[in-house]
């Protein structure tokens, strides 16, 4: 009997700083194929040259363009694409525009990986 081959979902990790970046691809490539984005304007080019992506995990506070910015943009190309906001400024007002964007979760920084993981598999299963 043929083993099936199950597909690994497609996460775009967005955040100015390159140790959280990948630290968190360490930890999550042997789950999810991961791409990093140092920006937003580079992680939209990922999504404009049709680049396969189930889930958009972002800093909220980023140069140039912010999270939740990103995430607005990034769903006019994709308008169904799921999407986080990692934080460490949980302030009201940007978990009410964070909301207001889409964003199924919210993770405070510091946080814990396997805290990361419970809420990317909770949204990735919708």
Do not use: C
Not at 85 to 108: C, F, H, P, Q, W
């Amino acid at each position: 009997m043929a083993e099936e081959k199950i597909q690994k979902a497609t996460i775009l990790v967005v955040d100015d700083e390159n140790l959280l970046r990948w630290s968190l691809k360490e930890h999550l490539t042997p789950k999810y194929n991961i791409i990093l984005a140092e920006r937003g304007e580079e992680a939209l080019g990922y999504l404009k040259n049709g680049r396969n992506i189930d889930l958009l995990i972002t800093d909220i506070r980023m140069d140039a363009m912010d999270g939740v910015t990103l995430i607005e943009l990034a769903r006019s190309y994709r308008p169904a694409l799921d999407a986080m906001i990692m934080t460490a400024y949980d302030s009201e007002e940007n978990i009410k525009r964070a909301k207001r964007a889409g964003v199924l979760r919210i993770i405070t920084k510091p946080f814990a990986v396997e805290e990361l993981e419970v809420a990317i598999e909770e949204t990735l299963e919708g």
